[in-house]
């Protein structure tokens, strides 16, 4: 059994922000409200910050789906793969102190991590929490 199956029967855990990180990205794709509500509360105190979300309404609306925040940068995608096609490009122009917290079904969260892998993020800089098997 690979290791992917082993987390996707794991119970929704909260995503706890990284206090030695300098930038964070919360991904996010069809997650519950609650798991979403949670996280922000949780993501309140930090700087840079950087909410990638698919919803085709928001995105629709936001004419390119970039908005600033008060506290936080909120990008809208209509689908996963568009989400996936901008996370790509713009994981080639980080630096140290990237933190990314996905959040939704288990194979969105596990895509996350298999992304920022391959672009040579190292995994522990990619937190996911996500809730059973899709």
């Known amino acids: 059994m690979s290791s992917f199956a082993n987390e996707s029967h794991l119970r929704r855990t909260p995503v ?6 300098t930038e964070h990205w919360f991904v996010t794709s069809h997650a519950p409200v609650e798991d979403c509500a949670n996280a922000f ?35 809208w995608f ?24 996905a959040v939704g079904a288990g194979q969105f969260t596990h895509s996350v991590r298999q992304l920022a892998g391959r672009i040579g993020i190292a995994p522990g800089l990619v937190r996911i929490s996500h809730r059973g098997a899709d």
Do not use: K
Request: proline share 6%.
């Open 78 to 101: 209509p689908e996963e793969a568009d989400l996936f096609w901008a996370l790509e490009h713009s994981m080639h122009r980080v630096h140290a102190g990237l933190r990314i917290y």
């Open 41 to 75: 509360t949780a993501f309140a105190d930090l700087s840079r910050i950087e909410v990638w979300t698919v919803d085709a309404l928001m995105a629709q609306a936001g004419a390119g789906g970039v908005h600033a925040l008060p506290t936080a940068i909120a990008r």
């Open 16 to 21: 706890v922000p990284d206090p030695n990180g």
